[in-house]
């Protein structure tokens, strides 16, 4: 059993490297990050379920930064144009998975469902949210002449979450 813990363990290393901070501009960005290229973390305060789990799910991704929250480690990394955050709890449980991407990416039914409402408006950016156990959540920003939306999309029902009016 130690020789399997160990071998994971240094396949991991291998396989990620070293953690280097990603630079974001992304307002949805997690706050209050610390990340773990100081000298006083190691990739083996992460926990060993969590990088478990991240390595079969996500085993090919290669420029991965892990961070660690006030009782959460975060794994960040793009894979296909599409931004990662992959939260997992202080005992290594997956949390939730939130993916950043463009219209280009997002899946066609979701795609069908807000341009059928919100036909003359311009799909900016899409946040989907992956809870184990619970459907997938998609939050829409949405661009239009005279005001931005933020439409929530869950099981076929779609809800405006806010609205702003663009300055002149």
Request: positive net charge.
């Amino acid at each position: 059993m130690k020789k399997l813990i160990m071998a994971t363990s240094l396949a991991v290393v291998a396989l990620t490297g070293c953690a280097y901070s990603q630079q974001t501009t992304h307002s949805l960005a997690a706050a209050n990050v610390n990340d773990y290229k100081s000298k006083d973390h190691y990739l083996n305060d992460i926990n060993v379920r969590a990088m478990r789990h991240f390595v079969d799910r996500f085993g090919d991704v290669t420029d991965v930064a892990w961070h660690r929250s006030n009782n959460s480690f975060v794994a960040v990394f793009s894979s296909d144009s599409i931004q990662h955050r992959v939260i997992y709890t202080q005992r290594g449980d997956l949390s939730y998975i939130m993916k950043y991407y463009e219209e280009n990416r997002m899946p066609r039914n979701i795609r069908a469902q807000v341009k059928s409402t919100y036909y003359d408006y311009k799909i900016y950016v899409i946040q989907e949210i992956e809870v184990p156990g619970h459907p997938d959540v998609y939050i829409v920003n949405l661009q239009g002449d005279t005001e931005w939306k933020k439409v929530r999309l869950c099981q076929g029902e779609m809800e405006v979450m806010e609205e702003f009016k663009k300055g002149k």
